[in-house]
């Protein structure tokens, strides 16, 4: 078969064996795979991945020297079956699976070590216990959206927001996209979305963003900025002190304040803010800039050294969470999202190529200005996104 090997920062199309499937396996052919942030930033830096991957205690990671075919988002159609796989998965089934499969003894991440070669490919082996049927004729297309949209979700579940609150995105790359997309999905019911890219900003509007900023014009704390929410201490100093001036005239204040806080609603307002950008400096400048009580999740990876000032977090009283991946259940749902649509994730597909245009497809990435997801369809002549 013909896949796309990446090898000390080069993309070439070259011949592999065709996949065989171990027990348990299915053999897919690729219908689409999304290019993913990662997989721009494992091209080029591959060895510094690796050494993440070291630290939290997988080993088999793809390194500059090592031939790796990437490629995670996937969807496809099962080719072949292999011993004791459920009878639903037969031959032209249309699928979406998890990016991990057992090779070598262990689980291997697909796409993102030399051990478990990933979907830039006209095949992939797959796990069937982690597939799944495209359910009502989702096309292809938008199925392979799932594991991006997986990421959203996952983060999104973890930031715990409610409808009333206000998120706010920060970078609308597909990340911040695919987070948007979510928020919408879940009635939320004001969403501020940031970059400075007037593309993304565009994208992030058609991915239902209620608010959408330049930051290099406008704060986007400030525009989320409403009634209840403090931006700093005076303010909250304030708050506290008139809260109690008035409480303190009733009798039993002290019930009045405690049934109060038992419902949330002693305290300030928070937004909710989603990290989806991934460069050193970005988390301590959103805790230096955002209003008091802020929950920042973050979603986008950083692969450098960065800092914080405790200082600032702890006088803020920030909440501070990193989210990663998704699970099982979050992936199913996700798909199942797309199908019912109930989340609509078509405005991030903005280029399809070939294998033999995937380069040309990872340089044009780099541009925020004219994609957000591009697609790799192996029957696909397309050279140019």
Known sequence: MKAV??????????ELPDPVPDRGQLVVNVAGCGICGSDLHAKDHADELADVFNEVGYRDGMRADTPTVMGHEFSGEVAERGRKV????????????????RRHGSPQMTGLSPLAPGAYAEQVVVEAAMTFTVPNGLSLDIA????????????????EIKKRDTAIVIGCGPVGLAVICQLKAMGVGTIVASDFSSGRRALATQCGADVVVDPAVDSPYDKAAGKGVVTDFSGLAELGLGAMEKLRKLPGWSHVYRAVDA????????????????????????VAAAPLNSRVVVVGVCMGSDQLRPAIALGKEVDLRFVFCYTPLEFRDTLYMLADGKVDGSPLITGKVGLDGVAAAFAALRDPETHAKILVDPQSVVTAP
């Open 263 to 286: 419902l949330g609603a002693a305290g300030p307002k928070r937004p909710v803010i989603f990290e989806c950008v991934g460069v050193p400096g970005m988390i301590d400048g959103i």
């Open 86 to 101: 459920a009878k639903e998965f037969k031959p032209g089934t249309p699928v979406v699976s998890l990016p991990m499969v």
């Open 5 to 14: 090997s990446c090898v000390r920062g080069a993309l070439s199309v070259i």
């Open 144 to 159: 392979a959206l799932t594991e991006p949209m997986a990421v959203a979700l996952h983060a999104v579940r973890r930031s």
